[in-house]
C-alpha cells in the first residue's frame, strides 16, 4: 500500500487490522469528552504517533489508524475520517474542521480490475493509494475533502467545503471545488 502499487483491500491481514482498529475506535468514540486520560490511550494504540496536546473531539473515522501520525498540538474537531490506507501525517499545531474527510486511497477506474473473483472462487477489491501530508500551522475548515497523494503547506488554510485534488502551497488560502489556491494569507 505504502508503495503506492496495487493491493487487495479484502486481503485477511489487511481485514485483520482493519476490525481490530474499528474495536478500538468503537471504545475511542463511546468514552466521554471528559475521559482525557483513557481516550489519549486509546489513541496511542489506534495511531501510529501521536504528539503532545494532539486532540480528537467527538466521533472519529479512520481504516487503520497505524498509518496516521499526529504532530504537537493537533487539534481534530468531530466527525473526521481519515481513510489511511497509505501515510496520513499531520505536522504540529493543524486545525482540522468538522467533517473533513482525508482519503489516500482509490481504485482503478476499469469494472474487472477494480473488483473480481478469481478461480478458486475469492472475491478481490483492488486499491491503490498515496499519502497525504499536512504541513505545520495549516487549517482545514468544516467538510474539507483531501484526496491522494496531496501536501497541505505550512499555514495554508483551506475554505469550508473545498475538495483539495493538487498541493496547495505554503502560506495560501486556497477554496473550491477543486481546491485553487486564491491569494496568501498574510
Known amino acids: 500500500m505504502q508503495a503506492c502499487l496495487p493491493y487487495d483491500s479484502l486481503d485477511p491481514t489487511m481485514q485483520d487490522l482493519f476490525h481490530r482498529t474499528q474495536q478500538?475506535?468503537?471504545q475511542f468514540n463511546g468514552l466521554s469528552c471528559r475521559q482525557d486520560a483513557r481516550r489519549a490511550a486509546l489513541l496511542e494504540q489506534l495511531l501510529g504517533s501521536v504528539g503532545k496536546g494532539a486532540f480528537i473531539k467527538g466521533r472519529f473515522i479512520c481504516t487503520y489508524g497505524k498509518h496516521?501520525?499526529?504532530g504537537d498540538g493537533v487539534f481534530i474537531n468531530d466527525d473526521a475520517n481519515f481513510m489511511d490506507d497509505n501515510?496520513?501525517?499531520i505536522w504540529k499545531n493543524v486545525l482540522i474542521g468538522p467533517g473533513s474527510l482525508?482519503?489516500?486511497a482509490n481504485h482503478p477506474l476499469v469494472y474487472e480490475q477494480r473488483v473480481f473473483t478469481d478461480e478458486a472462487g475469492q472475491r478481490h477489491a483492488m486499491?491503490?493509494?498515496a499519502p497525504i501530508t499536512i504541513e505545520e500551522g495549516a487549517w482545514l475548515a468544516a467538510r474539507v475533502t483531501v484526496c491522494p497523494g496531496v501536501t497541505i503547506g505550512k499555514g495554508a488554510v483551506i475554505?469550508?467545503?473545498s475538495v483539495v485534488t493538487k498541493d496547495i502551497p505554503a502560506g495560501m488560502l486556497a477554496v473550491g471545488t477543486p481546491?485553487?489556491?486564491l491569494?496568501?494569507?498574510k
Open 183 to 185: 491569494r496568501p494569507v
Open 87 to 89: 501515510l496520513i501525517t
Open 179 to 181: 481546491c485553487k489556491p
Open 24 to 26: 478500538l475506535l468503537e
Open 159 to 161: 475554505g469550508t467545503g
Open 127 to 129: 486499491s491503490y493509494s
Open 102 to 104: 482525508l482519503i489516500t
Open 68 to 70: 496516521i501520525s499526529l
